[in-house]
């Protein structure tokens, strides 16, 4: 037994003054004589000695009340084994309060975020004031690295919101451990009250600073059923006015019975285009399909939407895409244009095409256009070749039409800057197109079927091209050698595509065939740049937006919630024209958002990660046998059934007082003094 007071222990010397009343104080007795003396004599020495061992019961009774009062002002305590702390010393305590959106759940006492926040004020009120505390959550915020007082900590805590970010308990751990360690001489001690969600706690890699009192407290949500939208894709990434969309959209079931009915609503610009309903097995998921058409062009906003019940921030599903009036194309041509391309994408308001000479070509102009066609140019200069690398690398599409003429070995050093496969000698012999990717986004919904006997392009003259190991090559059509006839390839963030003949009568029939059209429109087509339909918060991923048409080097673009007041500046990147945005965290709400410069450049969407959706957590005794399994004797589960929380750390850290006791025996021992002068008499 230690105390935390010793130096009243000197109280006990009070003791000595029962004692000294005891022996100073006795009952003087007179004699009185008759003449049967040893009757009376008898009697007298019976009287005495009962009246002697009352006053020794009555002292003894008054030293143990003494002692027990200067034992309970002593304050004693046993210390327990799993004290790691000084109860005299200052303590440096950190919790951890997870605040993600899993914490949306209902537990015993509302909301598992309000539950968190009450055992965070429990545990503080079982230190003293002179101790120092910190608070830590998900958002891991500069003001939140110092130890603060006890009121600081308090006021702190009330201002805790959701947050949007997830960390695991390594994560936290070395948290932790990076604040203790400008700490020396002192106890520490580390909280971490969370759900513990198996889907991103971590506890397998969890590995404690030994160093540290590490303290588990878990947090238990009511219901742990809940559905969540997953993802949503479109079928084809070309969007046409008038054209009919088919938008695919993925729900999970993360509960153990079955989801019936479950009702699904799309809006596109605040307009509802569709309400859909269905049937999810226990932990798997579901996919429907829903069709609509766009109207008008521009910037879509769009929000997919269930109802579920408590867990709501995976009931929203936002994204976001653009339709243009026209698709920018230039052509570079070597001696004249190409009558064929000119009656496809001239003549089409889809497009916005330009025919330009090789020689004439505007450098800073580039940028502005999706798709480059290269059209029967002999030569590529340095200057052009430079340039249409910065292109493609940043997002733009080419496409090359040799000439039967062209210098091969200046197409070869060109292709290969581009990582690309190359020209390497022109053959004459006839051939065939033998085969079609059909599952290529290309060709994939040009037709309803595939035909069996389909009518495939012939050619007379034809270039062959080399196979490079590092060219992820895909080819469209193939002929009957094996060698590509149309073939793709990723170079950047654009494609380059590579076709074997020229663009003339001459050489193949294919200008003239039926593939030529839904082949050139195709590329045209998906050639412009759209961005992701949505981006997940928390995912550190560079934000891609497409050219903004006259910007500049030091141009302010901001980005503005449609749903809210939330505006935020990012910090940007801007090479050519293709501007990448780096946000550090600073969206923190789900919703649809709006780019603009001096006006509109893109609508961006950003979702909550679905990682927290699962709702399965890890049991008191899992994570008890965890610790047990992996012997982290620093390291323990406090749940507090029997007693209050405040209690159960008070003991741990502090021993098992024992101040309340010695009180009781106090006014047990001075109730027995009077009882006993009453009684006996």
Same mark, same amino acid.
């Given at each position: 037994m230690s105390f935390l007071n010793p130096y009243f222990l000197f109280g006990l010397l009070a003791i000595a003054i029962p004692v000294i009343i005891h022996l100073f104080n006795f009952r003087r007795y007179k004699k009185v004589f008759f003449t049967n003396v040893r009757f009376l004599k008898e009697v007298q020495q019976e009287t005495k000695k009962k009246s002697q061992l009352r006053h020794l019961i009555i002292l003894a009774l008054r030293i143990l009340a003494i002692a027990s009062l200067v034992f309970a002002f002593a304050q004693p305590y046993i210390p327990l084994a799993q004290n790691t702390t000084n109860p005299k010393a200052v303590n440096y305590i950190s919790i951890y309060l997870d605040n993600s959106l899993s914490m949306q759940a209902e537990g015993g006492r509302g909301s598992l975020l309000e539950e968190a926040k009450a055992k965070a004020s429990e545990i503080i009120s079982a230190y003293r004031s002179a101790d120092h505390f910190q608070l830590l959550t998900n958002d891991f915020e500069a003001r939140h690295r110092q130890f603060v007082t006890r009121e600081e900590f308090v006021a702190m805590l009330r201002e805790v919101e959701w947050s949007p970010v997830a960390r695991s308990l390594p994560e936290v751990a070395k948290r932790q451990a990076e604040s203790f360690s400008e700490i020396s001489g #002192? %106890?520490?001690? #580390?909280?971490?009250? %969370?759900d513990f969600q198996q889907s991103t706690s971590q506890l397998a890699l969890f590995d404690p600073d030994t160093a540290l009192a590490y303290y588990m407290v878990p947090v238990k949500s009511n219901k742990s059923d809940n559905l969540s939208i997953d993802s949503c894709w479109f079928e084809s990434p070309v969007h046409l006015l008038g054209q009919k969309v088919k938008l695919f959209v993925s729900v999970k079931n993360n509960a153990a019975t079955i989801a019936e009915k479950v009702p699904l609503k799309l809006s596109v610009n605040n307009t509802q285009k569709a309400v859909s309903s269905f049937d999810i097995a226990p932990g798997s998921s579901a996919g429907t399909i829903i069709t609509y058409v766009d109207k008008e062009p521009g910037i879509h906003h769009g929000l997919i939407e269930i109802t579920d019940s408590p867990v709501t921030f995976d009931d929203k599903f936002y994204f976001s895409y653009e339709i243009k009036n026209s698709v920018p194309v230039l052509c570079i041509n070597g001696l004249q244009s190409n009558v064929f391309l000119n009656s496809l994408l001239a003549e089409d308001s889809a497009f916005s095409f330009v025919n330009v000479s090789v020689n004439q070509v505007d450098y800073n102009s580039l940028a502005s256009y999706n798709l480059i066609i290269l059209n029967e140019i002999p030569e590529v200069s %340095?200057? *052009? %070749?430079?340039? *249409?690398?910065?292109?493609? @690398?940043?997002?733009?599409? &080419?496409?090359?039409?040799?000439?039967?003429?062209?210098?091969? +070995?200046?197409?070869?050093?060109? $292709?290969?800057?581009?990582?690309?496969?190359?020209? @390497?000698?022109?053959?004459? +012999?006839?051939?065939?197109?033998?085969? $079609?990717?059909?599952?290529?986004?290309?060709?994939?919904?040009?037709?309803?079927?595939?035909?069996?006997?389909?009518? $495939?392009?012939?050619?007379?003259?034809?270039? /062959? =091209?080399?196979?490079?190991?590092?060219?992820?090559?895909?080819?469209? =059509?193939? &002929?009957?050698?094996?060698?590509?006839? &149309? /073939?793709?390839?990723?170079?950047?963030?654009?494609?380059?595509? *590579? &076709?074997?003949?020229? *663009?003339? #009568?001459?050489?193949?029939?294919?200008?003239?065939? #039926?593939?030529?059209?839904p082949t050139i429109y195709k590329i045209a087509m998906m050639s412009r740049m759209q961005p992701r339909l949505y981006y997940v918060i928390g995912s550190h991923q560079p934000v891609e937006v497409p050219t903004v048409p006259g910007g500049e080097k030091d141009m302010v673009l901001k980005l503005k919630n449609t749903g809210g007041n939330d505006e935020i500046i990012p910090q940007l990147q801007n090479q050519n024209g293709h501007i990448t945005l780096l946000l550090n965290d600073q969206v923190r709400t789900h919703g649809n958002y709006i780019l603009s410069n001096s006006g509109p450049v893109a609508g961006l969407a950003f979702n909550y990660s679905k990682d927290e959706s699962d709702m399965k957590c890890y049991t008191p005794e899992e994570i008890t046998a965890f610790i047990d399994k992996n012997t982290m004797e620093n390291t323990m589960m406090l749940e507090g059934k029997a007693k209050s929380l405040a209690a159960v750390v008070s003991e741990l850290n502090q021993g098992k007082k024992l101040w309340k006791t010695f009180v009781l025996l106090a006014l047990l021992f001075l109730a027995s003094e009077v009882v006993l002068l009453r009684i006996w008499k």
């Amino acid at each position: 037994m230690s105390f935390l007071n010793p130096y009243f222990l000197f109280g006990l010397l009070a003791i000595a003054i029962p004692v000294i009343i005891h022996l100073f104080n006795f009952r003087r007795y007179k004699k009185v004589f008759f003449t049967n003396v040893r009757f009376l004599k008898e009697v007298q020495q019976e009287t005495k000695k009962k009246s002697q061992l009352r006053h020794l019961i009555i002292l003894a009774l008054r030293i143990l009340a003494i002692a027990s009062l200067v034992f309970a002002f002593a304050q004693p305590y046993i210390p327990l084994a799993q004290n790691t702390t000084n109860p005299k010393a200052v303590n440096y305590i950190s919790i951890y309060l997870d605040n993600s959106l899993s914490m949306q759940a209902e537990g015993g006492r509302g909301s598992l975020l309000e539950e968190a926040k009450a055992k965070a004020s429990e545990i503080i009120s079982a230190y003293r004031s002179a101790d120092h505390f910190q608070l830590l959550t998900n958002d891991f915020e500069a003001r939140h690295r110092q130890f603060v007082t006890r009121e600081e900590f308090v006021a702190m805590l009330r201002e805790v919101e959701w947050s949007p970010v997830a960390r695991s308990l390594p994560e936290v751990a070395k948290r932790q451990a990076e604040s203790f360690s400008e700490i020396s001489g #002192a %106890s520490k001690i #580390a909280y971490v009250i %969370s759900d513990f969600q198996q889907s991103t706690s971590q506890l397998a890699l969890f590995d404690p600073d030994t160093a540290l009192a590490y303290y588990m407290v878990p947090v238990k949500s009511n219901k742990s059923d809940n559905l969540s939208i997953d993802s949503c894709w479109f079928e084809s990434p070309v969007h046409l006015l008038g054209q009919k969309v088919k938008l695919f959209v993925s729900v999970k079931n993360n509960a153990a019975t079955i989801a019936e009915k479950v009702p699904l609503k799309l809006s596109v610009n605040n307009t509802q285009k569709a309400v859909s309903s269905f049937d999810i097995a226990p932990g798997s998921s579901a996919g429907t399909i829903i069709t609509y058409v766009d109207k008008e062009p521009g910037i879509h906003h769009g929000l997919i939407e269930i109802t579920d019940s408590p867990v709501t921030f995976d009931d929203k599903f936002y994204f976001s895409y653009e339709i243009k009036n026209s698709v920018p194309v230039l052509c570079i041509n070597g001696l004249q244009s190409n009558v064929f391309l000119n009656s496809l994408l001239a003549e089409d308001s889809a497009f916005s095409f330009v025919n330009v000479s090789v020689n004439q070509v505007d450098y800073n102009s580039l940028a502005s256009y999706n798709l480059i066609i290269l059209n029967e140019i002999p030569e590529v200069s %340095s200057g *052009l %070749s430079e340039e *249409l690398f910065k292109f493609v @690398t940043n997002g733009g599409h &080419l496409l090359i039409a040799p000439d039967e003429k062209m210098n091969i +070995r200046n197409y070869q050093s060109f $292709l290969t800057v581009l990582n690309s496969n190359y020209y @390497t000698v022109l053959n004459k +012999r006839p051939q065939k197109v033998a085969e $079609l990717n059909w599952q290529h986004p290309i060709y994939s919904d040009v037709f309803e079927s595939v035909p069996q006997n389909i009518d $495939l392009p012939q050619v007379t003259t034809f270039f /062959s =091209m080399s196979r490079i190991s590092r060219s992820a090559q895909d080819y469209l =059509m193939k &002929l009957q050698n094996g060698e590509p006839f &149309l /073939s793709v390839q990723d170079c950047g963030n654009g494609k380059v595509f *590579l &076709l074997s003949v020229p *663009l003339k #009568a001459e050489c193949s029939n294919f200008p003239k065939h #039926a593939l030529f059209v839904p082949t050139i429109y195709k590329i045209a087509m998906m050639s412009r740049m759209q961005p992701r339909l949505y981006y997940v918060i928390g995912s550190h991923q560079p934000v891609e937006v497409p050219t903004v048409p006259g910007g500049e080097k030091d141009m302010v673009l901001k980005l503005k919630n449609t749903g809210g007041n939330d505006e935020i500046i990012p910090q940007l990147q801007n090479q050519n024209g293709h501007i990448t945005l780096l946000l550090n965290d600073q969206v923190r709400t789900h919703g649809n958002y709006i780019l603009s410069n001096s006006g509109p450049v893109a609508g961006l969407a950003f979702n909550y990660s679905k990682d927290e959706s699962d709702m399965k957590c890890y049991t008191p005794e899992e994570i008890t046998a965890f610790i047990d399994k992996n012997t982290m004797e620093n390291t323990m589960m406090l749940e507090g059934k029997a007693k209050s929380l405040a209690a159960v750390v008070s003991e741990l850290n502090q021993g098992k007082k024992l101040w309340k006791t010695f009180v009781l025996l106090a006014l047990l021992f001075l109730a027995s003094e009077v009882v006993l002068l009453r009684i006996w008499k």
